[in-house]
C-alpha cells in the first residue's frame, strides 16, 4: 500500500516509522529543510521537501497510485486543503487532523473521509485513566465488554515471581496477561512467564473484573476527589471540561499570568493558580492529599514528570503526564509517574485502524512498545475455524486476550474453539501482524 503522510512533525513522523517498518510504501511531504532530512536519516521512506497541499508536491510523491492520504501538518486548514486537493488527483482515502471545531463544520465537499482531534482522544484517555487510579493502560474492546489494563507490577501483587500458568490455575475469575515490557523489551507472554518487579504488565479481561484485576497487579485503587492540572493548553481545558462533567474538582496550574486570566473567564468552575506546580510548596499550599490527581499537561515533557513526581511526592494517589519524546516513556516506571498520556499515540491508533484492510475493527498502541493490539474479525474462510486456540499455528509474536461472540465476550484457554466471525482482540508485534492477519481473514 502506498501511503502519502501530509508533515513530519510528532504525528507524522511516528507513523511513518511505524507503517514504513511493516513494509507499507511509505512518502513523507515536509515543508521545514530541517525537519525533512532528520525523518529521512531515520525512516526507510521517500521525505520531500515541499507544501502538501501542493498539486506539484503530490505529483512527487506519487498520489495518483497512492491508496491513502494522511494530513497531520500542524495547520488544521494545510491538512484540509491537502485532502482536497489529492482527492481531485484521484487518491482513494484520506485523513486529515483537525482541531478546529467550527472548520470541521464546513468539510462537506472537500474529500476528507476522517476526521481526526488527538487533543479529544487524549482527553478521554486521561479522564478514563484517572476513573482507576494507579492504572497506566486503560483500552477497551467488544463496546467495552473486554478491557485491556496495564499497570507496573508491584511487590505486593500476588502475580510477581509465578508461572502465569500457575497463577491462572489458582484463580477463578477470567484473565489472561497478553505481554510484558522488562526493560525496554517486549516479552509476548506464555504459560512459562514469570512476572518481576517493576514489569509493565498488559492484562486482558472482562469489565466485570476489572477491580479484581488492578488487585491483582498490586495497585491500591483510591478515588479522586480532585484533579490538579498543571498548563494551559487546549488538551489541559479539554481534560477540565470532561473531569467536570464527572463530578471531579478542578483546580488548573500556569506560570503564564495572561493565560491565567483567560483560562479564569472560560472557566468559572475551575479554581485557576498562577504558579510554578514544579516548586514544592505551590502543591504544599493546595493541600495535597492521596483524594488528589497531578496531570502535567503543558508542552513540555520535563515540566509535566517533574510537577507529577513533586505531586507523587507530596502524597497524591495518582499522576498522568503528558509527553512527546518516546524515549522518556521507559525511564517513568517507579519514578513517581503512574500513566503517560500521548496525542501522538492517539492519532496513531484512530490512523491505524483505518490503514488497517478487511476486518480489522480496531487498533491499540502503547507508549512504550511497538506491539499493536487488535480487533480482527475471523473470516468463514479461515484455516483457523473450527480449530482450539491450542491447536492454532499461531506466531510467537502474537497472543488471544480475548474474544467477542455474538454479543458475549470469552477471556480464552487452550481448549477455546474459534468460530467464523469471531472478533479476536490479539496483541502482536510488528514482525507478527501480516500472518496474523493472512490466519484470521483467509
Request: proline share 2%; with cysteine; hydrophobic share 45%.
Amino acid at each position: 500500500m502506498r501511503i502519502v503522510i501530509v508533515g513530519a512533525g510528532a504525528v507524522g513522523s511516528y507513523l511513518a516509522a511505524r507503517l514504513s517498518s511493516e513494509g507499507q510504501d511509505v512518502v513523507v511531504i515536509e515543508s521545514d529543510e530541517h525537519h525533512a532530512a532528520e525523518l529521512q536519516d531515520r525512516v526507510d521512506a521517500l521525505v520531500i521537501v515541499g507544501n502538501g497541499a501542493s498539486p506539484s508536491s503530490l505529483e512527487e510523491a506519487g498520489i495518483r497510485k497512492a491508496d491513502l492520504l494522511i494530513a497531520v501538518s500542524n495547520s488544521d486548514g494545510a491538512n484540509a486543503l491537502a485532502c482536497h486537493t489529492a482527492r481531485t488527483m484521484g487518491v482513494k482515502r484520506t485523513v486529515a487532523r483537525i482541531e478546529d471545531q467550527e472548520l470541521r463544520s464546513g468539510l462537506v465537499g472537500l474529500g476528507v473521509d476522517v476526521v481526526i482531534d488527538p487533543g479529544e482522544m487524549a482527553a478521554r484517555e486521561i479522564v478514563g485513566l484517572l476513573g482507576h487510579s494507579g492504572v497506566s493502560d486503560l483500552v477497551e474492546f467488544a463496546r467495552g465488554e473486554l478491557v485491556l489494563v496495564g499497570s507496573i507490577a508491584r511487590k505486593n501483587s500476588p502475580m510477581v515471581k509465578s508461572p502465569l500458568s500457575e497463577l491462572r490455575a489458582a484463580t477463578n475469575w477470567e484473565w489472561v496477561i497478553v505481554a510484558v515490557v522488562r526493560h525496554g523489551e517486549t516479552i509476548v507472554a506464555r504459560g512459562n512467564t514469570v512476572i518481576e518487579e517493576h514489569d509493565h504488565v498488559l492484562l486482558m479481561t472482562t469489565r466485570g473484573n476489572l477491580d479484581r484485576a488492578t488487585e491483582f497487579m498490586g495497585v491500591q485503587q483510591e478515588p479522586i476527589r480532585r484533579a490538579i492540572i498543571v498548563g494551559a493548553t487546549r488538551l489541559a481545558e479539554l481534560t477540565a471540561d470532561r473531569l467536570l462533567q464527572k463530578g471531579v474538582d478542578v483546580v488548573m496550574v500556569d506560570e503564564d499570568g495572561d493565560r491565567c486570566r483567560s483560562l479564569a473567564e472560560r472557566h468559572d468552575r475551575v479554581l485557576v493558580l498562577c504558579a510554578d506546580a514544579t516548586n514544592p510548596s505551590v502543591l504544599e499550599q493546595l493541600g495535597v492529599s492521596s483524594k488528589d490527581a497531578i496531570v502535567g499537561l503543558t508542552g513540555w515533557d520535563q515540566i509535566n514528570a517533574l510537577s507529577c513526581m513533586v505531586g507523587k511526592a507530596l502524597g497524591a494517589s495518582t499522576t498522568v503526564a503528558r509527553f512527546n519524546r518516546i524515549a522518556y516513556v521507559g525511564l517513568l516506571g517507579g519514578s513517581g509517574i503512574d500513566a503517560a498520556v500521548s496525542a501522538r499515540l492517539a492519532a496513531a491508533n484512530a490512523i491505524l485502524r483505518f490503514v488497517r484492510r478487511g476486518r480489522i475493527h480496531s487498533v491499540a498502541t502503547f507508549k512504550d512498545t511497538d506491539a499493536e493490539a487488535i480487533e480482527i474479525e475471523v473470516a468463514a474462510g479461515s484455516r483457523a475455524v473450527g480449530k482450539l486456540l491450542r491447536e492454532l499455528d499461531l506466531t510467537s509474536g502474537a497472543v488471544i486476550g480475548g474474544i467477542h461472540r455474538e454479543g458475549d465476550v470469552v477471556v480464552p484457554h487452550g481448549a477455546t474453539e474459534i468460530h467464523a466471525r469471531d472478533r479476536l482482540i490479539l496483541f502482536a508485534l510488528p514482525t507478527a501482524i501480516h500472518d496474523v492477519e493472512k490466519l484470521f481473514t483467509g
